[in-house]
C-alpha cells in the first residue's frame, strides 16, 4: 500500500512536470533559506499576479485561438482604472480617516479595474475580433495575432495620448502594520493582493469546471461544431470568454498597483511573462497555468536576486529557449506541436 | 512561381528589365526616389532624414516579408537580429578598428548565424510559436545591450562612426536606396528560383511539400538566415548613420513597426511593405513632428491602419494593386504597369 | 519482385494502438486494395510507411532497403509517392506550380530537362478537367483528387499509395478514375490504394489487404479475400 505510494510518487517525480516542480520547490527553499524569507513573499506575490494574467492567456488561446499580444494591456487598463478610483477615494480617505472606504475603499478601486477590463474586452471582441471572425477564418491564427498586436500598439499609444506617459501610482491600498509569518514581515497590500488573486483564480477554476457556461467554454475549445450542433450560442461564449481573460488581466493589474504604477506600456513585462508561463505549462490548461505562473515568477525573483536586476529579460528567456527546444510541448504536455513533430 | 523568361521576342530593354525583376512602373519609381532629394521640399536635410528611416524600414520590411510572406513565420525578433548585426558593426569598428563598410558586412555575418541558431531550434514549432521563440530571442539579445555594459554601455549607447565622413545626408540617402533595391532583387531573386517555390510549398502544405520531395529543414533555415543576413546589414548602416545605438533599436515596438508596414504593404508580395513604406512612414513622421504636443498619436494612426488592414483587407496593398489596378484596358497602360508579359 | 515488404509494422498513439503488427507484401506491378472499416487504421499504416508518422516498431523494406524511419522526402527520393485522403495540394498555387513543384523537387537533378511540360503532361495523364492555371484553393474535392495524384506522379514514382481517391465520385467519374488507375498501372508503377468502393477495388485490384482495429485479417488474391466471412463480418458486423 504505502509502497504503491512511493512507487507513484517517484515516478510522477521523473515526469517532465515533476521533476520541474520539484526543483522549483528545492530551489525555493534553498533560497530562502540563504537569503530570506521576503524572496518566498515576492515569488508568491508575482506569481499570483502572473496566474491571473497567464490564466486570461491561456484561455484565449485555448479557446479561441487568439495568440493574445495585447493581453498586458488589459492589465494596463486595470492599473489604470484603478487607480483613477482610488485616488479621489484616498484623498477622502485622508479627510476622513473613519470612514468605511479605509477598508473598503481599495476593493471597490480592484473591482472596478474588474469590470473596466471586462467592458474593454467585451469591446475589443465588438469592434476587432468579433469583424475579423464574421469576415474569414482562413488563417486565424496569425491574423488574429496580427490584430492583436496592432490593438497592442493602439492601446499603448491612446494611454499616452489621454492619460500622458507619467507613472500614475499611489502610496498602497491598505494602510496598518505589515503581518509577520515566520519571521518574514508581509505589508498588508501584498498580502491582500495574494489573496485576491488566490481567490479569483480558485472562483475562476470552479467556475469552469462546474457551472453550465465553464462546460460550455471547454466545449467550444474542443469542438466549436460540436458545441454548436448542441445549441451553444458560439458568439456569445465567445464575447464571455474575451471579456473574462481580460478581467483576468485587467484585476491582476489593479491590485498590483502598490507595487506596479500604470503608465503606457507596463503591460509589456506581464505580457512577456504570461507567454513564458503558457509555454512552460501547454495550452489551456489552467491549473498548468497556475503552476507555471509560480514557477516563473520564482525564477524571476532568483534572477533578479542573484544575478541582478535587468537580466530578468535574458535568463528566463533562455531557459523558455530551452524548454522550447528539448519539449516543445510544455512541462505538462499539450499540443504546440511543430512541423517536425513526430 | 514568375513566368520564366525564355521569351526570344523580347527585346533588350525588357529583358534587362526583367531580370532586374522590374516593371516600368518600379523603374519610374525607383528613379523618383532617386531624384526626389533634389526636389524642394524634399532637399531640407530633415527630410531627408526621414526619407532615409523610411528606406530602412522599407528595406526591413522586404527582408522580414521573406520569412513571413514565403514561410508564413513572423519573425518577432527582427529589430533584435537587425540590433545584433549593428552591434557587431559598431563593435568591430570601435574596438577593431575596422572599416564601416566591412563591419556592415560582418554585422550582417553575426545576423546570419543568429538567424540560422533560431531558425534551427524554431524548426520544431508551429506557426506562433515559432514567433514567440524569436520573440524571446529578441528580449534576451535585447536584455544583454542593456546589461553588458563593459561592451555595449548599456543604454547609454554607443557612439558609433558614421559611414560617410560628412554632415550631410545625401550619400547616406542614395545607399539606403540602393540598400532597399539591392534587398528586394536578392529576395526576388531566390524566391523566383526554384527556391521559392519549395518555400511557398512548406508554408501551404508541409505534408504535401514532403512527400513531394521536399526538406522543409533545409529551405525554412535557410530562409530565416537569408533574411537575418538582411537585417544584419541593415543593422549595421543604421548603427552607421545615425551615429548612437542604444538598445532601444531592439525593441518589440520597433519590430512591430516593420510588421506593420510588410503587412500593410502586402505580405508574400517584397515589393508592397517598399513601396509603402515611403509615403506612409514619411507621414507619420510629419504627424509626429507637427502634433508634437500630442505624443503617441501617430502610432495610434499607425495601429488604426494595421487593424483595419488585418480585418477589411488582409491581402494589404499589393493585393488590392493586383486585383484592381494591374489590369488596365489601354494596352499602353499595361505594359507600363506590368511589362512585357512573358509567354509561358 | 517484392517492392515493398512489412514486418510487424506498430503505430501507437499514446494508449491507443492504430496498426498492430501488419505484416505484408507488394510485388512488382501488383495493384493491392487496402479495405477495412473507417478508423481501421489504413491511413495510419501508409502513414507509417511514407514516414509522414514514422511507426513506434516493425519494419519496412522498399525495393529491397530497409526504409523504416526514412522522412517522407527520402522515401520520395527512392520513388514512393502518395495521394492524400484530404486532398490538398497547394492552396494557393495554381494547378501547374503544384505539379511543377513535385517535379522538380521529386526527381533527380537534371533529370527533368523541361518541369513544365512534363508537369503539363501528368496534368494531361490524369485527365485534369480545368486550366493548369486554375488557383488550387478554387477547385473542388473530386478536382483536387485529379490534380493530387498528378502531384503524385511528377515525381516519377515506382510506388505509388492512394487515399480514397474514387469516394464520393459519380458513376461516371468512376469509369474514368479506372482507366486512369491502368493507365498508372502500365507505366509499371505498384500501387496500392485505400478505398470503399468495392465496384473499383474487384475492377482493379488484383490483390486485398483488409485490416480491422490495426490488425490484419485477411490477405490474398482479390476475390478469396473478398468472400472471406472475416472480411463480410468486419464490414456488416456481427
Ligand atoms: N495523429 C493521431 N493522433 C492520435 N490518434 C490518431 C491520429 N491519427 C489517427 N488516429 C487514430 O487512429 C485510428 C485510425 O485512424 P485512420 O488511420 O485515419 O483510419 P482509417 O484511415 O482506416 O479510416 C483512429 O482511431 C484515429 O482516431
Ligand atoms: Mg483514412
Not at chain 3, 27 to 53: E, H, M, R
Not at chain 3, 95 to 104: D, F
Not at chain 3, 130 to 141: D, S, Y
Request: proline fraction near 4%.
Amino acid at each position: 500500500m504505502s509502497k504503491n505510494i512511493v512507487a507513484d510518487l517517484t515516478a510522477w517525480v521523473r515526469t517532465a512536470a515533476g521533476l520541474s516542480m520539484t526543483i522549483a520547490v528545492i530551489v525555493a527553499i534553498a533560497a530562502t533559506i540563504h537569503t530570506g524569507p521576503y524572496l518566498l513573499v515576492n515569488t508568491i506575490v508575482t506569481g499570483g499576479m502572473l496566474a491571473l494574467v497567464a490564466t486570461g492567456l491561456t484561455l484565449m488561446l485555448g479557446v479561441l485561438n487568439i495568440p493574445m499580444f495585447a493581453h498586458g494591456e488589459y492589465f494596463m487598463i486595470g492599473s489604470l482604472t484603478a487607480y483613477y478610483i482610488f485616488t479621489p477615494i484616498s484623498e477622502f480617505i485622508l479627510e476622513h480617516p473613519d470612514s468605511w472606504l479605509v477598508t473598503f475603499g481599495p476593493f471597490i478601486a480592484i473591482l472596478g479595474a474588474l469590470i473596466g477590463g471586462a467592458i474593454a474586452g467585451a469591446i475589443s471582441e465588438k469592434l476587432v475580433f468579433g469583424p475579423l471572425r464574421r469576415r474569414s477564418t482562413d488563417n486565424w491564427v496569425m491574423n488574429s495575432f496580427l490584430l492583436t498586436v496592432g490593438l497592442s500598439v493602439l492601446l499603448v499609444n491612446l494611454h499616452q495620448l489621454i492619460f500622458g506617459a507619467d507613472f500614475k501610482g499611489i502610496v498602497g491600498y491598505w494602510q496598518g502594520m505589515p503581518i509577520s509569518i515566520a519571521g518574514a514581515y508581509i505589508s498588508l497590500d501584498r498580502a491582500l493582493a495574494f489573496i485576491i488573486s488566490a481567490v479569483i483564480v480558485a472562483l475562476f477554476y470552479l467556475f469552469m469546471t462546474y457551472t453550465r457556461t465553464g462546460m460550455a467554454i471547454r466545449a467550444v475549445s474542443q469542438d466549436i461544431t460540436g458545441a454548436e450542433i448542441v445549441g451553444i450560442d458560439i458568439e456569445k461564449i465567445v464575447l464571455l470568454t474575451i471579456s473574462l481573460a481580460c478581467a483576468l488581466a485587467a484585476v491582476s493589474g489593479g491590485s498590483l498597483l502598490f507595487m506596479i504604477p500604470s503608465y503606457p506600456s507596463v503591460g509589456l513585462e506581464p505580457l512577456y511573462m504570461a507567454w513564458f508561463v503558457v509555454i512552460l505549462s501547454g495550452l489551456g490548461n489552467i491549473l498548468g497555468a497556475v503552476v507555471g505562473a509560480f514557477m516563473v515568477a520564482l525564477l524571476k525573483v532568483i534572477t533578479v536576486e542573484y544575478v541582478g536586476a535587468g537580466w530578468d529579460f535574458v535568463v528566463p528567456s533562455a531557459l523558455i529557449m530551452l524548454i522550447l527546444i528539448f519539449k516543445p510541448s510544455g512541462i505538462f504536455g499539450s499540443d504546440v506541436r511543430g512541423v517536425l513533430d513526430k | 512561381m514568375e513566368p520564366t523568361t525564355n521569351d526570344l521576342n523580347m527585346n533588350l530593354f525588357d529583358r534587362v528589365l526583367d531580370r532586374l525583376c522590374l516593371t516600368p512602373i518600379g523603374l519610374a519609381g525607383l528613379i523618383l526616389l532617386l531624384i526626389l532629394p533634389f526636389i524642394p521640399p524634399f532637399n531640407q536635410e530633415y527630410m531627408l532624414r526621414w526619407l532615409i528611416y523610411c528606406g530602412f524600414v522599407a528595406a526591413m520590411s522586404v527582408g522580414f516579408d521573406l520569412t513571413a510572406g514565403y514561410i508564413n513565420i513572423v519573425n518577432f525578433g527582427y529589430m533584435a537580429v537587425a540590433g545584433t548585426g549593428g552591434y557587431t558593426s559598431a563593435l568591430l569598428v570601435i574596438n577593431a578598428g575596422l572599416s564601416p563598410w566591412i563591419a556592415m558586412l560582418a554585422g550582417g555575418v553575426s545576423s546570419a548565424i543568429l538567424g540560422l541558431i533560431i531558425g534551427m531550434i524554431s524548426l520544431r514549432l508551429r506557426g506562433i510559436f515559432a514567433a514567440c521563440l524569436s520573440w524571446f530571442f529578441g528580449l534576451a539579445v535585447m536584455g544583454l545591450a542593456i546589461k553588458m555594459v563593459w561592451l555595449t554601455r548599456g543604454p547609454l549607447g554607443l557612439r558609433t562612426p558614421r559611414l560617410f565622413e560628412t554632415e550631410s545626408n545625401f550619400p547616406f540617402y542614395f545607399l539606403i536606396i540602393i540598400l532597399v533595391y539591392l534587398t528586394y532583387l536578392v529576395c526576388k531573386w531566390v524566391v523566383r528560383s526554384k527556391m521559392g517555390l519549395a518555400f511557398q510549398a512548406i508554408a501551404q502544405n508541409m505534408e504535401a511539400a514532403r512527400t513531394s520531395g521536399i526538406d522543409p529543414v533545409f529551405y525554412r533555415v535557410f530562409n530565416f538566415t537569408m533574411s537575418c543576413a538582411i537585417a544584419g546589414v541593415l543593422g549595421g548602416f543604421y548603427a552607421h548613420f545615425y551615429g548612437i545605438l542604444t538598445p532601444d533599436m531592439m525593441h518589440t515596438s520597433k519590430t512591430v513597426e516593420i510588421l506593420a508596414v510588410a503587412y500593410i504593404g502586402g505580405r508574400g508580395s517584397l515589393w508592397g511593405g517598399a513601396v509603402v513604406a515611403f509615403p506612409f512612414i514619411f507621414l507619420m513622421e510629419i504627424v509626429r513632428s507637427t502634433l508634437s504636443h500630442l505624443p503617441g498619436l501617430n502610432l495610434v494612426i499607425y495601429a488604426l491602419v494595421l487593424i483595419l488592414v488585418m480585418i477589411y483587407y488582409p491581402g494589404g496593398f499589393s493585393y488590392f494593386y493586383d486585383t484592381h489596378i494591374r489590369q488596365p484596358k489601354n494596352r499602353a497602360l499595361r505594359y507600363f504597369l506590368n511589362g512585357r508579359e512573358a509567354k509561358v | 519482385m517484392i517492392v515493398l515488404e512489412t514486418n510487424n509494422l506498430t503505430k501507437k498513439f499514446g494508449g491507443l494502438t492504430a496498426v498492430n503488427a501488419v505484416s505484408m507484401t507488394i510485388n512488382q506491378g501488383d495493384i493491392v486494395g487496402l479495405i477495412g472499416p473507417n478508423g481501421a487504421g489504413k491511413t495510419t499504416f501508409i502513414n507509417a510507411i511514407s514516414g509522414l508518422n514514422p511507426p513506434t516498431s516493425g519494419t519496412v523494406t522498399m525495393f529491397g532497403k530497409e526504409t523504416s524511419g526514412l522522412t517522407p522526402e527520402k522515401m520520395c527520393r527512392l520513388g514512393l509517392s502518395r495521394t492524400f485522403q484530404i486532398p490538398s495540394p497547394f492552396p494557393k498555387m495554381t494547378a501547374i506550380e503544384s505539379v511543377m513543384t513535385a517535379t522538380i523537387f521529386g526527381n533527380p537533378p537534371g533529370k527533368i530537362t523541361d518541369p513544365v511540360a512534363h508537369s503539363r503532361e501528368m496534368l494531361e495523364f490524369v485527365e485534369f478537367p480545368m486550366k493548369e492555371t486554375v488557383v488550387a484553393e478554387q477547385l473542388n474535392t473530386v478536382q483536387l483528387k485529379r490534380l493530387d495524384l498528378a502531384r503524385a506522379l511528377a515525381s516519377n514514382p515506382k510506388l505509388l499509395f492512394m487515399d480514397e481517391l474514387a469516394s464520393g465520385l459519380s458513376e461516371g467519374e468512376l469509369k474514368d478514375i479506372m482507366r486512369i488507375i491502368d493507365k498508372i498501372s502500365k507505366k509499371g508503377i505498384s500501387i496500392l490504394m485505400i478505398e470503399h468502393i468495392m465496384q473499383l477495388i474487384m475492377a482493379v485490384c488484383n490483390r486485398l489487404l483488409c485490416i480491422q482495429f490495426g490488425t490484419k485479417i485477411a490477405e490474398g488474391p482479390t476475390q478469396e479475400v473478398a468472400n472471406d466471412p472475416k472480411v463480410t463480418k468486419a464490414y456488416l458486423g456481427e
